[in-house]
């Protein structure tokens, strides 16, 4: 672990970094918004990020990797600038989910900005199928819906949040 | 009589569609109004005599009497903290998202009810990660009750204080677990704990801690407006007051339906003003009535009108109303398919502290696999018991057994248990034709 601190926070987000520990009574529970707080900035969960969360709680850099591999929203490789999420779950099955999770995965297999991913139960059953782009609610999807709206968010014609939802990049 | 919806909890979202999450949207519509009434109460008193009186159980799945509850804290012990568990993930479960991304300001008005009623002046709120449209409206909404008096420091001249915190999750089923969620609360990874000592004694920084459902906090206020015991008149039985109700599958109007409890399955799905029945036109051959990890019933008119009553279903078919997640399937869908996908999101969602769910989950989920993909073989139903049987011994009972520390355990059981007590016959013939092509989407619609 590096004693003086690896400085991988910019500025904006270092205050912030601060302020979010201050919240909690214990500075260990800090440890998932900080996470959540990096992956806005970097588009993953680097172990740099993760050695300055470290140092921010007060807990080893093994504590942080040990807690944040437990979740799944946490990208511990580069996942390129747009992280979907394709649910599969009962009604999404019946109604089509499978089809756009295919359809969407052969379509940017090689496209590094885009990481396609099976989850689970998104709560937007009411309007199913649905998928999300970086947290984002996308609902009453089909293949080729679904696969317009990545285009959009690649040619910009959508704002994206960040990877891990927020607003800040 | 056709069945409607009676709006509580959903009035605001519903009659104010342009603006129920801002705090003018809120004060328009008589937000906070039950908090300063609340305010001027004995703090005690909340929870003894109107929540009492009121039945109000948990809306989150157990359905645990919420003044019992909050009644288990540890006198004397202080600091004590309130987490409310917003982790909603129960497959085919939508009210809570609901609730947050357009009514913030009733779940910030419930809280400070209860932080009021149990002495508690730090509050958290574990919202499921995925909810970044939700985690800006609770912000903000927190931001804008702290501009207006209603939380901070001396709120509304009352010399009682609260700040509330909103801590995003990251993508775990498990920690809507009360004590998987504490856990993941202090920075670990989200495995539950053993039970005793509850939350109540040792929770959150091993202080007592309650943790209450969103819905359940959301229906606070009215509880205070229309009294207890008026509340208590809603309802039948013991299942007190109206629910939401996650609608979903093959019905003609899916959505969060907030009905009295009391109507039956029926009502919900059939209703034209509810679900309007299945799109085809086809019966329903079955449907889960709580979420993913109770057991089914069937599209069965003994089943169909069956009340929406907590006790009444859980003591006569062995489910449960759960989380308010109502699933419909029509006569084109495969069981097995449904029961392989929710194996699976068992499966991948144990979190291996125990070794019966983390193991066994997984082998029921390869089962069901080949069973749902026209691979099964002739005991592959015996073979599921006998998995199940070391995850909840009995498989059957109602309520389960269990080997593991948490219920996720069990629920991985659940259809196993249902398609050996309603499709017993169709999964073995399934079994017995060899290897077959069955369309994934058995007959999708559309």
New interface residues.
Partial sequence: MNASGPGHFNAANLVRAHEIVA????P??????L??LAQDQDGWLSPDAMREIAQL?G?TPAEVL???S?????KRTPCGKYVV?VC????C????G?EILEHLEERYADDGDVHVEE??????????PSM?V????HEHLNPEVAAAIVDDYKSGVLTA?GV????TR | MTATETRLVTARLRERPEDSWTMDGALASGAYESLKQALGMAPESIGKEQVAASGLRGRGGAGFPAATKWSFLAPDSFPRYLVVNADEGEPSTFKDRMLIELDPHALVEGIAIAAFAVSCHLAFIYLRGEFALGYERLTDAIRDAKAKGFLGANIQGSGFDLEIVVHRGAGAYICGEESALIESLEGERGMPRIKPPFPAVAGLYAKPTVVNNVETLATLPHIIAMGGERYAELGVNKSTGTRIFSLSGHVKRPGNYEVELGITFRDLIFSPELGGGTPSGRPVKFFIPGGASSQWLTGSDEHLDAPLDMDFVQQTFGVMLGSGAVMVYDDTVNPALIAWRLAKFFAHESCGKCTPCREGAGWIEKVLYRISHGEGRPNDLDLLFSVGNSISPGVLNAPFTQTTICPLGPSAVSGVASLHKYFREEVIAMCSNGPRAIPVTAGAMQ
């Fill in positions: 919240q909690y009574p214990k260990k529970s800090a440890i998932l918004p996470a959540h709680v807990e040990g807690t944040c437990f979740y799944t929203m946490f999420s599969t779950n009962v009604t099955l019946i109604l089509g499978p989850v689970e139960c998104l709560a937007a059953c009411d309007n199913a999300q970086n947290y984002e609610f949040r891990s939802g927020g607003r």
